[in-house]
């Protein structure tokens, strides 16, 4: 269930350029949240008033702390990235569905900033977990991504790991997998998409998409379905709300 809450700031630094990592202490959403969900943080500058969808990297159930990495797109995400320890923000979460845990040898497909889910997830799949994560350049999370999985990395500039994209990784190294767990740029999952179907293996999407209220009431974060949605009789459905993961084959990616 979805929590509305005022979380406290316990740790915040720079990873990268840009890109940020933000532990919240908080009452109820850290509990609640599966792997794949997201949180809306909102701002403080009351012309701001939708709030930004950031995916959840970590949680430590125990004592109630959750982590996003993000990366500044924006002024909303600029206002986050000056929050200090002791701070507090207003989040809601945990929003939409998650990952389904299934105990298949498994890829987890990370893109740019669709990386950060991979490390809760590679934390509880029982399964043989190859992550291939794919970067412009500079990298981020290498470390929780390893310590939970085989890591493979890609890069457009070739500065580490394979040149290029997270599938050329993985048929330059030879690998192999029954199920695949995918968060990014579209273009990153409709190769995905592809080389499931082509390979015939069960593919799992998380959609990276602009959305509005968060909570499926606005449609401002429709995509294309396969089936006629129950919700808006037409062939969409709400990321937000009946993502952001979806089956690949739930799905159009034009």
Known sequence: MKSREFATVTEQREIASDVYSLWLQTEKIAAEAKPGQFISVYSKDESRMLPRPISICETDRGTGRLRIVYRIAGQGTEEFS???KGDTVEILGPLG???PLKGKKAFLMGGGIGIPP???LAKELDCQVQIIAGYRDEQFLTEELGG??????????????????VLDA???NGLTADIIYACGPR????AVKEYAAENDIECYLSMEERMACGIGA???CVCQSVEVDGHTHVHNKR???DGPVFLSTEVELS
Request: aromatic share 4%.
């Open 82 to 84: 000056r929050l200090k």
């Open 97 to 99: 569905n998650g990952f």
């Open 118 to 120: 991979m490390v809760q």
């Open 148 to 165: 939970n999985g085989a890591l493979y990395i890609a890069t457009e500039d070739g500065s580490a790991g394979t040149k290029g994209n």
């Open 170 to 172: 993985v048929r330059e």
């Open 187 to 190: 273009p990153m999952l409709r």
């Open 218 to 220: 606005c449609l401002a």
């Open 239 to 241: 990321i937000c709300k």
